[in-house]
Nanobody
Framework: QVQLVESGGGLVQAGGSLRLSCVASGDTNCISAMGWYRQAPGKERELVASITIGSSTTYTDSLEGRFTISSDDAKNTVYLQMNSLKTEDTAVYYC??????????????WGQGTQVTVSS
């Protein structure tokens, strides 16, 4: 089992920055990739960014280079640096981890989410 705990959300004005953190604990050797998703009110959850154990990153196209995902393997932590925030970035941000296939069937773990609110 893997536990994910997010932090760093909050209220920020448009144009500001926030950095989200996600600390993984438990069977962290069974994680193949981690990512950040977000869900705005009335919308479906969407992928924001992901990073593999090999540090390969993926971003959703709509971010226009404003967000950066990174990881500190020694701390089992993944970060999401969010710059030039817009009101449309307001959402609950969830940390996600994919299970390594050698550890078992395809599976995802989720954190509890952290609220990001961007005011105009």
């Amino acid at each position: 089992q893997v536990q994910l705990v997010e932090s760093g959300g909050g209220l920020v004005q448009a144009g500001g920055s926030l950095r989200l953190s996600c600390v993984a604990s438990g069977d962290t050797n069974c994680i193949s990739a981690m990512g950040w998703y977000r869900q705005a009110p009335g919308k479906e959850r969407e992928l924001v960014a992901s990073i593999t154990i090999g540090s390969s990153t993926t971003y959703t196209d709509s971010l226009e280079g404003r967000f950066t995902i990174s990881s500190d393997d020694a701390k089992n932590t993944v970060y999401l640096q969010m710059n030039s925030l817009k009101t449309e970035d307001t959402a609950v941000y969830y940390c996600n981890a994919d299970r390594e296939r050698l550890c078992g069937p395809e599976y995802e773990w989720w954190g509890q989410g952290t609220q990001v609110t961007v005011s105009s």
